[in-house]
């Protein structure tokens, strides 16, 4: 270039006003004119351009957009090939013509290249030179001018050649623009102010001549070694990645590199072609996707010196090809922090992918699938002190770098190793992902990863989804919105501990994860597989849990609050159904508690006044395993038993909230006992994540609902367990109350008979058993029929065989049904009633005497052991219920099944027997019961004539009036207060009549209605 080139220092320091010297250069068409960015193959360095040189040192090089052909002889298509060339080639609008075009509209400020998703530009593959190499400094201050590079040649990674406007005729008469051409560089990146993933530093060798000329001027030849020095133009290309949805980017919110260029504008640029070396260094600087035909599109972005921003994308012709010899050969590797049986576990997964510089490219992941071994399930003990992170905190495809989760949500750490930076850059947490407001309901429960670097400015943030399975609790995470970059290994450790978000399978033996790898080649899918061995097991998993109940009361009667409690250690099988049978006499007061509906029994809604105490659960793998709680309600029946139970917990922990976990129950009553049986199978599995049962305990404290036993004998709550694997246990824990003796006991027993009898109806008995509430409970009843009231041989071969009354006591013959029972208890609502029936048994003498009670679903029946001795009956009730009872009445009818017989007139007969009631506290009562004849009616016991009178001698069984009368006899009354034996009443003649035979009539009205009139008669001489 000659010496006289017209170019001053001002125009170099203050460009716009170059751009002001020409008026060509009026607010017009800003913008490139043409964009070219392709990919050239090894011999076509050149292509995608042209070159005009106009004398020795001044050649112009032009974007030139390939045909089809060319595209296809002189790009490089292969998928995951390392570039040789990459080249961007643009030209801004001008005015005027070359050489001497001038920007159009505006001078270029700034430069922003987007390239394709996929392809990926590795400046940790290239040495790389300094600053001070470099000579980042203006070696004359305010000039621009800069000192020729020093950095090493294997830190050349391409050449820019530049055309840019000097002015009118700033270059020769009649050349106004002026070509520049220099290397390319990479730097090592600035961690401050800006973090860069990547920096390049272009050189640009300045003319000598314009250089001397600009600083003779200055220096005035006072300073002939610098004027005379060969200087550069910096210009700096700073690379990123957009992974966010950037307004000043693409938006699209996918990963890809760009490159930003801050353009002096004291040349104004007309044109730039940038030839990276894609193949420097270790060979893969540049590399390109492994998608066929992939993303082909790069964008370019130009901003004037006034703010406006104008686009220019360029979709290459020519598709990536050749996916086929793309290799995929991913590895990968499960490690666990511990290997014992049913503990918490922190594990380490670990993701590689094959990355040789010199060859094809393994294609990059585009999804991953990863299941842990079966049993190695996600741990509610970690929902401690957890919570989540939002969709808006984890930013996964926001323009800001790095997430706002909260340390809180962190699960565990991710690190990723790319060939794009140096090893060990990019390193961060895995958060556990929430919705954007509320709890977590349920799966796919969401993780994020989040890996970055402070140093290069890069941040990668990738979401997870994790499915268990709602049967086994298997976990499978699956990771399909992976960014279309190239990566070498991949390491996500979850925490370790306590509250480890994971536990280990309870059986022992080889547990296997199994991994599908998704390539972006499009080719098959690979599937890998890791295993450790599960230890510290037994030779037979245990399942041997602890039990143990409180009674809030220890005096026996009154009433109490009962507490259930289970305890399991790691290591032993999992629970899974539970029958627990209550000591006998721990009965509840059902009338007490409203009795839920199914439909709200199964929701877990049931209302407060159907809840009778509080079941709490602790779930989780480890020391501290998580507490739930809630309501336990008492509902109708349920599944054939009398009454259920609705055990409604709220599955809430940290930020989860996986609904009411709803356990139903059978709560069936032992007919003979009366204990009560409470049946549930338990939930092992809430939405995919496994209880892993540590603790339950289920207090039944409703105030006034449970009665306590008035028995003073060792007691037990007796529970059968069944865990997963089908293995039973039954335990037992004893419950001895005490002061007994301070209880009451003052039955009251009452008996009658009526006085209408034969030898076809045979006779009648009822009796009543009173009992005032707070006292004990009757343990036996044992009573000796008189002789007058024998057991009927005929009935008592009616019996009803053993096996029939058991499997169905309503089934039995007709003839054994021999009368009714009806009892009143506080415990249930209805009266309980059923029949007497006599029931054989094969080696005893004589049938027993069986009542069957029955009332809201409960049957109970008291057995009556029955002994005929020399006539006489003695049947012995020696085995009641410890429930309270307020009465009972057993009615033995006549009827031609009658129990009993008679040979006797019952109305003139002294009944008497002798009872025996033993209380369930070991208080006796002794009384020999008078038994008491009804229906029998007035009796004439005597009768003779006095003179004009006849005397007649009246048997009562009532209070009421008695009456005699007869023809020509007068008619007399007499009250009577109560029952008499012996009342005399006088019958005189009518005046004026003389009878000598005479029927007389003697009435009855009772005082009491119900029992009926009635009336004797006898036939009286006079003399």
């Given at each position: 270039m000659?010496s006289?080139?017209?170019?001053s220092?001002?125009?170099?320091v203050?460009?716009?006003?170059?751009?002001l010297?020409a008026p060509?250069?009026?607010?017009?068409?800003?913008?490139?004119?043409k964009?070219?960015?392709?990919?050239?193959?090894?011999?076509h360095?050149?292509c995608?351009g042209?070159?005009?040189?106009?004398?020795p040192g001044?050649?112009?090089s032009f974007?030139k957009e390939?045909?089809?052909?060319?595209s296809k002889?002189?790009?490089?298509?292969?998928?995951?090939?390392r570039?040789?060339?990459?080249i961007t080639?643009?030209?801004v609008n001008t005015v005027?013509?070359?050489p001497?075009?001038a920007?159009?509209?505006?001078?270029?400020?700034?430069i922003?290249?987007?390239?394709?998703p996929?392809?990926?530009?590795?400046p940790?593959?290239?040495?790389?030179c300094s600053a001070?190499e470099?000579?980042?400094?203006e070696?004359v201050?305010?000039t621009?001018?800069?000192l020729a590079p020093?950095?090493k040649?294997e830190?050349?990674?391409?050449v820019?050649k530049a055309?840019?406007y000097a002015g009118?005729?700033?270059?020769?008469?009649g050349v106004?623009?002026?070509?520049?051409e220099?290397?390319?560089?990479?730097?090592?990146?600035p961690e401050k102010?800006?973090?860069?993933?990547?920096e390049?530093?272009?050189?640009?060798k300045l003319p000598?001549g314009?250089?001397e000329h600009?600083?003779k001027?200055a220096f005035k030849?006072s300073?002939?070694?610098?004027?005379?020095e060969?200087?550069?133009?910096h210009?700096l290309?700073?690379?990123?990645?957009e992974?966010?949805?950037?307004?000043?980017?693409?938006?699209?919110?996918?990963?890809?590199?760009y490159?930003?260029?801050?353009v002096?504008?004291a040349l104004?640029?007309?044109a730039?072609?940038?030839?990276?070396y894609?193949?420097?260094?270790e060979?893969?600087?540049?590399?390109?996707?492994?998608?066929?035909?992939?993303?082909?599109?790069?964008r370019?972005?130009?901003?004037?010196?006034?703010?406006?921003?104008?686009?220019?994308?360029?979709?290459?012709?020519?598709?990536?090809?050749?996916?086929?010899?793309v290799?995929?050969d991913?590895s990968?590797?499960?490690?666990p922090a511990t290997?014992?049986?049913d503990q918490?576990?922190g594990?380490?997964?670990?993701?590689?992918?094959?990355h040789?510089?010199t060859?094809?490219d393994?294609?990059?992941l585009k999804e991953?699938?990863?299941?842990?071994?079966?049993?190695?399930?996600?741990?509610?003990s970690?929902?401690?002190?957890?919570t989540?992170?939002?969709p808006?905190?984890?930013?996964?495809h926001?323009s800001v770098?790095g997430v706002?989760?909260a340390?809180?949500?962190e699960?565990?750490?991710?690190s990723l190793d790319?060939?794009?930076?140096?090893a060990?850059s990019?390193?961060?947490?895995?958060y556990?992902?929430?919705?954007?407001?509320?709890?977590?309901t349920g799966?796919p429960?969401i993780?994020?990863?989040d890996?970055?670097?402070q140093?290069?400015g890069?941040?990668?943030r990738i979401?997870?989804?994790?499915?268990?399975?709602?049967?086994?609790?298997?976990v499978t995470?699956?990771?399909?919105?992976?960014p279309e970059?190239?990566?070498t290994?991949?390491?996500l450790?979850?925490?370790?501990?306590?509250?480890?978000?994971?536990?280990n399978?309870?059986?022992?033996?080889?547990?296997?994860?199994?991994?599908?790898?998704?390539?972006?080649?499009e080719?098959?899918s690979?599937?890998?597989?890791?295993?450790f061995?599960?230890?510290?097991c037994?030779?037979?998993l245990?399942?041997?849990?602890?039990q143990?109940t409180q009674?809030?009361?220890?005096?026996?009667?009154?009433?109490?609050?009962f507490?259930?409690n289970?305890a399991r250690?790691?290591g032993q099988?999992y629970l899974?159904?539970v029958?627990?049978?209550?000591?006998?006499?721990v009965?509840?007061?059902?009338p007490?508690?409203?009795?839920?509906a199914?439909a709200?029994?199964?929701a877990?809604?049931c209302p407060s006044?159907?809840?009778?105490?509080?079941a709490?659960?602790?779930?989780g793998?480890?020391?501290t395993?998580?507490t739930f709680?809630?309501?336990?309600?008492?509902?109708?029946?349920y599944?054939?038993?009398?009454f259920?139970?609705?055990v409604?917990v709220p599955?809430?922990?940290?930020p989860?909230?996986?609904?009411?976990?709803?356990t139903?129950?059978?709560i069936?009553v032992?007919q003979?006992?009366?204990?009560?049986?409470?049946?549930a199978?338990l939930p092992?599995?809430?939405?995919?994540?496994?209880?892993?049962l540590k603790s339950?305990?289920?207090?039944?404290?409703?105030?006034?609902f449970?009665?306590?036993?008035?028995s003073?004998?060792?007691?037990?709550?007796?529970?059968?367990l069944?865990?997963t694997l089908?293995a039973?246990?039954?335990?037992?824990t004893?419950?001895?109350?005490?002061n007994?003796?301070a209880l009451s006991f003052?039955?009251?027993?009452?008996a009658?008979?009526g006085g209408?009898?034969s030898?076809?109806?045979?006779a009648?008995?009822?009796t009543?058993?009173n009992?005032?509430s707070g006292g004990?409970n009757?343990?036996?009843v044992l009573v000796?029929?008189p002789?007058?009231?024998?057991s009927?041989?005929?009935?008592?071969?009616?019996?009803?065989?053993e096996a029939?009354?058991?499997?169905n006591?309503?089934?039995?013959?007709s003839?054994?049904?021999?009368?009714?029972?009806r009892?009143n208890?506080?415990a249930l609502?209805?009266?309980?009633k059923?029949?007497?029936?006599?029931?054989?048994?094969?080696?005893?003498?004589?049938p027993?005497?069986?009542?069957?009670?029955?009332g809201?679903?409960?049957?109970?029946v008291?057995v009556g052991?029955t002994?005929i001795?020399?006539?006489?009956?003695?049947?012995n009730?020696?085995?009641t219920?410890?429930?309270?009872v307020t009465s009972?009445?057993?009615?033995?009818p006549?009827?031609?099944?009658?129990?009993?017989?008679?040979?006797?007139n019952l109305?003139?007969?002294?009944?008497?027997?002798?009872?025996?009631i033993t209380?369930q506290?070991?208080?006796?009562t002794?009384q020999?019961?008078?038994i008491?004849v009804?229906?029998c009616?007035v009796?004439?016991?005597g009768h003779?004539?006095?003179?004009n009178?006849?005397?007649i001698?009246v048997?009562?069984?009532?209070?009421?009036?008695?009456s005699g009368?007869?023809?020509?006899l007068?008619?007399?009354?007499r009250?009577?207060?109560?029952?008499?034996?012996?009342?005399?009443l006088?019958?005189?003649i009518?005046r004026g009549?003389h009878?000598?035979k005479?029927?007389?009539?003697?009435?009855?009205?009772p005082?009491n209605?119900?029992?009926?009139?009635?009336a004797a008669?006898?036939?009286?001489?006079?003399?």
């Amino acid at each position: 270039m000659r010496s006289g080139v017209r170019f001053s220092l001002l125009a170099l320091v203050v460009g716009a006003l170059v751009a002001l010297a020409a008026p060509a250069m009026a607010q017009a068409a800003f913008g490139p004119e043409k964009f070219v960015a392709v990919n050239c193959s090894l011999t076509h360095e050149a292509c995608a351009g042209s070159e005009v040189e106009l004398a020795p040192g001044l050649v112009y090089s032009f974007p030139k957009e390939p045909t089809p052909t060319e595209s296809k002889e002189q790009g490089y298509t292969q998928a995951g090939g390392r570039v040789p060339f990459g080249i961007t080639d643009f030209k801004v609008n001008t005015v005027g013509a070359f050489p001497n075009e001038a920007p159009d509209g505006g001078v270029v400020a700034h430069i922003r290249t987007d390239v394709a998703p996929g392809l990926a530009t590795s400046p940790a593959a290239v040495p790389q030179c300094s600053a001070a190499e470099f000579h980042s400094q203006e070696a004359v201050p305010g000039t621009g001018f800069f000192l020729a590079p020093e950095c090493k040649p294997e830190t050349k990674i391409g050449v820019n050649k530049a055309t840019v406007y000097a002015g009118p005729n700033g270059v020769a008469p009649g050349v106004s623009d002026l070509p520049l051409e220099g290397n390319v560089y990479n730097l090592v990146q600035p961690e401050k102010p800006v973090a860069r993933a990547s920096e390049f530093g272009v050189a640009l060798k300045l003319p000598k001549g314009l250089t001397e000329h600009v600083l003779k001027e200055a220096f005035k030849g006072s300073n002939p070694t610098v004027e005379k020095e060969q200087y550069f133009a910096h210009t700096l290309i700073e690379g990123n990645v957009e992974w966010g949805q950037e307004a000043n980017g693409t938006n699209q919110g996918d990963y890809h590199d760009y490159f930003e260029i801050n353009v002096s504008t004291a040349l104004p640029l007309l044109a730039s072609r940038l030839v990276f070396y894609g193949r420097s260094g270790e060979g893969d600087f540049i590399t390109n996707a492994t998608r066929c035909p992939g993303h082909n599109t790069t964008r370019l972005a130009l901003t004037s010196s006034t703010g406006e921003t104008v686009t220019k994308p360029y979709t290459a012709l020519v598709g990536l090809e050749g996916c086929g010899l793309v290799p995929f050969d991913p590895s990968f590797a499960l490690t666990p922090a511990t290997s014992v049986q049913d503990q918490p576990n922190g594990f380490t997964a670990e993701v590689g992918i094959p990355h040789n510089p010199t060859e094809t490219d393994d294609s990059q992941l585009k999804e991953a699938t990863i299941t842990l071994p079966e049993g190695m399930t996600l741990n509610p003990s970690a929902a401690a002190g957890l919570t989540a992170c939002s969709p808006a905190e984890a930013r996964i495809h926001s323009s800001v770098p790095g997430v706002g989760c909260a340390k809180s949500s962190e699960v565990g750490t991710v690190s990723l190793d790319v060939p794009t930076l140096p090893a060990g850059s990019l390193k961060g947490s895995i958060y556990l992902g929430g919705p954007e407001s509320g709890p977590i309901t349920g799966p796919p429960y969401i993780i994020y990863l989040d890996a970055e670097s402070q140093r290069y400015g890069v941040s990668v943030r990738i979401k997870g989804e994790v499915f268990p399975n709602p049967v086994t609790g298997q976990v499978t995470t699956v990771f399909s919105e992976n960014p279309e970059q190239p990566f070498t290994k991949a390491t996500l450790h979850f925490k370790e501990g306590a509250l480890a978000p994971i536990a280990n399978p309870l059986s022992c033996g080889p547990a296997t994860s199994a991994s599908v790898f998704a390539p972006f080649s499009e080719q098959a899918s690979k599937g890998l597989s890791s295993a450790f061995t599960v230890t510290g097991c037994p030779a037979t998993l245990p399942f041997a849990l602890t039990q143990s109940t409180q009674n809030q009361a220890t005096n026996a009667g009154g009433k109490t609050s009962f507490t259930f409690n289970l305890a399991r250690q790691d290591g032993q099988q999992y629970l899974s159904k539970v029958s627990t049978t209550l000591p006998a006499g721990v009965v509840g007061a059902i009338p007490l508690v409203t009795q839920c509906a199914e439909a709200e029994a199964n929701a877990g809604t049931c209302p407060s006044s159907s809840q009778i105490g509080t079941a709490t659960v602790a779930a989780g793998a480890g020391p501290t395993p998580f507490t739930f709680s809630g309501p336990v309600y008492l509902t109708g029946p349920y599944q054939g038993a009398p009454f259920g139970l609705s055990v409604a917990v709220p599955a809430v922990a940290g930020p989860f909230n996986l609904g009411t976990v709803v356990t139903r129950a059978t709560i069936n009553v032992d007919q003979t006992t009366a204990r009560v049986t409470a049946t549930a199978t338990l939930p092992t599995i809430v939405k995919g994540v496994p209880v892993r049962l540590k603790s339950m305990s289920v207090a039944v404290n409703k105030q006034g609902f449970l009665f306590n036993p008035t028995s003073c004998t060792p007691l037990s709550t007796d529970t059968t367990l069944t865990s997963t694997l089908s293995a039973s246990q039954t335990l037992s824990t004893a419950l001895q109350l005490g002061n007994c003796g301070a209880l009451s006991f003052k039955p009251s027993f009452k008996a009658k008979s009526g006085g209408k009898t034969s030898k076809k109806i045979g006779a009648s008995l009822e009796t009543t058993l009173n009992l005032p509430s707070g006292g004990s409970n009757v343990k036996s009843v044992l009573v000796t029929l008189p002789a007058a009231l024998p057991s009927r041989l005929t009935t008592l071969q009616k019996a009803c065989p053993e096996a029939t009354f058991k499997a169905n006591p309503f089934s039995c013959p007709s003839g054994s049904f021999v009368g009714g029972v009806r009892a009143n208890t506080p415990a249930l609502p209805a009266k309980m009633k059923g029949p007497a029936i006599l029931v054989s048994h094969g080696g005893a003498a004589f049938p027993d005497l069986d009542l069957v009670l029955e009332g809201n679903g409960v049957r109970v029946v008291l057995v009556g052991n029955t002994d005929i001795k020399k006539g006489i009956t003695t049947t012995n009730f020696a085995s009641t219920p410890d429930v309270p009872v307020t009465s009972i009445t057993v009615n033995l009818p006549v009827g031609p099944h009658s129990a009993l017989a008679t040979f006797r007139n019952l109305c003139t007969t002294s009944l008497v027997m002798p009872t025996v009631i033993t209380g369930q506290n070991g208080s006796v009562t002794k009384q020999k019961t008078k038994i008491g004849v009804t229906g029998c009616g007035v009796q004439i016991v005597g009768h003779k004539v006095i003179g004009n009178a006849a005397f007649i001698t009246v048997k009562t069984f009532a209070a009421g009036r008695i009456s005699g009368k007869g023809a020509g006899l007068a008619t007399v009354f007499r009250s009577l207060r109560g029952a008499s034996n012996a009342t005399r009443l006088r019958v005189p003649i009518a005046r004026g009549h003389h009878p000598h035979k005479v029927r007389l009539r003697v009435g009855f009205l009772p005082k009491n209605r119900k029992l009926g009139t009635s009336a004797a008669f006898v036939t009286v001489t006079f003399h």
